[in-house]
């Protein structure tokens, strides 16, 4: 081959990449990109959509007869009426939830996440939809006389207590000042058999979650629910489900519906009270995301 000819062959082959580049454009986890479909428009003509879940009890977990929960409730309700039949459902570690949604291994996050602005920096939450208050799984009797993280900490590291790896209550505990005397776990159940295999003195999570889990268990018991309070103000704290920042369509529609179930108290109880929630975490009107993603508490007090 001439140099010429070479030099035109390897032209050719450029036009060819960059048109080929340009035909697969868009596909960034199927997020929306000009000239593709949108997650919402996919899953809409496939009638199929995946959520990602931790399996925290009663949030969303894998039963006997497939995904349950409350959030998993919510969801096949609002994703029916947006014509998508089908969920697949993926249990995965927490702290993977938000990284493997923005990798597009799967197109929705439901599990109660709370929302911080820390989170809301790499995702997008939709309308609040759970209240939360918190409570401290211990051993039955509360032999440590435990209420409340300060009182964990005023023991002065006495006793051993039991976080969730990228849970609230672990952002908790290090706003307080932090204390040393912890112990990481992966799941609300592997919290719960630390404590009661003995290796922790209590375990720390949403009050729901662990009223749920430990009410037919003989050898725990969960303190009062409790609303934390750092430097004065009150950890008002409220769930939501998680999308990608691109799928805002997807977003928008899932507002639309959601908004159909939050606005009815006997609509949302009938699809959470089976799963222990009450009309008190019924989010109230001026609980939204903007202020929480703000970290703009003081308007909730």
Known sequence: MTRKAALTALATMGVLTLAL??????????????????TLEKAQESGTIKLAINGEQ????????????????IHKQIFKNLGIDNIEV??????????????GRWDVVS??????????????????????????AVPKGNPK????????LATGGDVKLALQSGAIEAGY??????YDNTVEVDSAANGLETVASGRADAFALTAVSLNWMTEKMDDLETTEAFV?????????????????????DLLEAYNKELAKITGDEQAYLDLVEPFGFTAENLPPENVTTEKLCAGDLDDLQ
């Open 111 to 136: 599990a109660g996440m709370s929302i911080l602005p820390e989170r809301c920096e790499q995702a997008a939450f939709s309308d609040p939809e759970i209240m939360y208050t918190t409570t401290l």
């Open 90 to 103: 993926e249990q995965v570690d927490w702290d993977n939830l938000i990284p493997g949604l923005n990798a």
């Open 21 to 38: 580049a340009g035909c697969t454009s868009g596909g960034d986890g199927g997020s929306e990109g000009a000239g593709s479909q949108t």
């Open 173 to 178: 505990v290090k706003d307080l000042g932090g």
């Open 58 to 73: 009663p949030y969303s977990w894998k039963g006997d007869d497939g995904p349950t929960g409350a959030t998993i409730a």
């Open 145 to 152: 006389g435990l209420s409340d993280l300060d009182s964990v």
């Open 228 to 248: 934390q309070e750092i430097d004065g103000v009150k950890q008002i704290g409220a769930g939501a489900t998680v999308f990608r920042k691109a799928d805002k």
